[in-house]
């Protein structure tokens, strides 16, 4: 009998020791909503289902997603951010998003967008997401950051920003993390061993990964950058199909050449060998692949930018003064500078060129496809490829 009440009471005290434990962890998060994934219509802005989206490799050519997860007025430390036009501590003027008439306009153009009924997949739930497509969504713990990366719009050097925030590589140089995005090698920034993403939650945590993500969203700055949808198609195009690319060859470019190339007999086995030969999918095929039925049948397609309430949305266009802005509303650009580097600069003039041997059907059938990506990120129609090539 003492045995047992030995047991209970052991039991007893245990359980208060986790309940104490799970009390001090939920308090120093900042907040506990017993639950944080409940289907809250006012705070959910849809997703776009109707049109199919290329997977992650294929370079950003996917429909956007958009709600919930609630912010708050925190900043990266998880202190109240100031007014607009207050000053810290210091005396120094703080950067704060309602400041930046920018910022205030493409979140309104969202929620505007969003809040319409005839927007696609507006009622799909964030716990509907499987984890695999969650993978584009990078966390770092240490300065409280999300960002969804997008390929084709800075990618790169954005993965090389995370890598030196969260110390995630070594330089074989010095032997230390590296401390200058610009120094991390741009070809190891797309491994995913050095991101912690939201797709690799279930394998730390377990059952508990939707709650832990749920309570990140809702506490954590959120950003990601886009830049106009035509232009990158065009781009992931160019990246893609324009010089041999084996896995793209091998998974796309096969597929492409036999379904819409009007090749005769056997393609050759390697990229290489079919571009020795002048043999590559043309723009045409690609957008004839894009806009085919079929593709989404046949090939699982991730989108890049799921359910999620961001708190900056840089374009690629301002780049160069969105980073800026971004590096100091994270409080982070004491540490490190945006990497001034190349980058991507297929322009949008050259739209013209590249539609003009498309058929008119099909490039109203491609806006189609894309429309919620021109609207809910405020780029205007593009009625010179629509309607006066």
Known sequence: MGTWRGLR??????????????????????????????DRKQERCPQTTAAPTLPASLAGIST????????TNKSAEGRERPQPGSEDKDGDESPDLAGSWDQVARKRKIVDVCAGDDFPGRTRAFEEIPNRELDHLIVDDTHQIIYCYVPKVACTNWKRVMVVLSQSLVSPVSGK?????????????????????FAKFWRHYGSLSRHLMALKLQHYTKFLFVRDPFVRLI?????????????????FGSVILRRYGNVSGSLPETAAE??????????????SYLLDAETEKE?????????????FIGRLETLETDAEYLLKLLRVDHLLRFPSGARNRTAASWERDWFAQIPVSMRTELYELYRPDFELFGYPEPDGVLHHL
């Open 9 to 38: 009471v052991a039991f007893v005290v245990g359980s208060l020791f986790v309940i104490l434990l799970i009390i001090a962890y939920w308090d120093d998060v900042g907040g506990f909503d017993l639950y944080p994934l409940r």
């Open 64 to 71: 956007t997603t958009w709600a919930p997860a609630g912010t």
């Open 177 to 197: 993390p590296y401390t200058d995005p610009e120094s991390v090698p741009p070809d190891l920034v797309h491994n995913s061993s050095l991101h912690l993403t």
């Open 235 to 251: 781009s992931a195009f160019r990246n893609k199909f324009g010089r041999p690319n084996e896995d793209f060859y091998r998974q």
């Open 274 to 287: 079919a571009f020795a030969a002048g043999i590559k999918p043309t723009f045409q095929q690609f957008v």
């Open 299 to 311: 090939s699982i397609f991730n989108e890049h930018w799921r359910q999620v309430k961001y708190d």
